[in-house]
């Protein structure tokens, strides 16, 4: 099997930076969780500020391998960037819209999550690992 059939079977799921805010840190342990846990073989992630800052090897990557971007909020940061390199982008996912569905809860903060704050988590990693998981397979076959 070539370098190159095996970087077909992946896919990168790429969080916003969200720095500052709860929904950006969901963001980002949504992806920890699909790459360690769920999908660990299939999953990876790249830094969304080396894709912006142009970086040669993460701006291949995103052409290269399909993208789950999931962004915090409406600006669509992943989304958008990943799109700007040129990226292959499979389906965004926002955060803001999994959480609409848990209105009134409490989160957590933009350090800690709250219990709640983890159920959106894993909700939404199961919603990245189900689209991924049937791109790995079709490309096995």
């Known amino acids: 099997m070539t370098n190159a059939m095996n970087e077909s079977q992946k896919i990168l ?16 342990e949504a992806v920890y969780h699909v790459t360690d846990e769920l999908l660990p073989k299939q ?3 790249v830094c969304l500020a080396l894709l912006v800052s142009g970086d040669e090897e993460t701006v291949e990557k995103v052409k290269q391998i399909p993208c ?8 669509l940061c992943a989304y958008k960037n990943v799109a700007l390199s040129g990226g292959n982008i499979a389906k965004g996912i926002r955060v803001y819209d ?3 569905r848990h209105r009134g809860a409490n989160f957590g903060t933009a350090t800690a999550l ?3 704050g983890w159920a959106v988590v894993k909700e ?3 919603e990245v690992a189900q689209t991924a998981e049937p791109m790995g397979k079709s490309i096995e076959e």
């Open 98 to 100: 999994v959480m609409k």
């Open 43 to 45: 999953a990876d992630t």
């Open 13 to 28: 799921v790429i969080p916003c930076s969200g720095v500052g805010k709860v929904h950006g840190l969901v963001s980002r």
């Open 68 to 75: 789950i971007t999931l962004d915090g909020c409406p600006k």
């Open 114 to 116: 709250s219990e709640e």
């Open 124 to 126: 939404l990693a199961a």
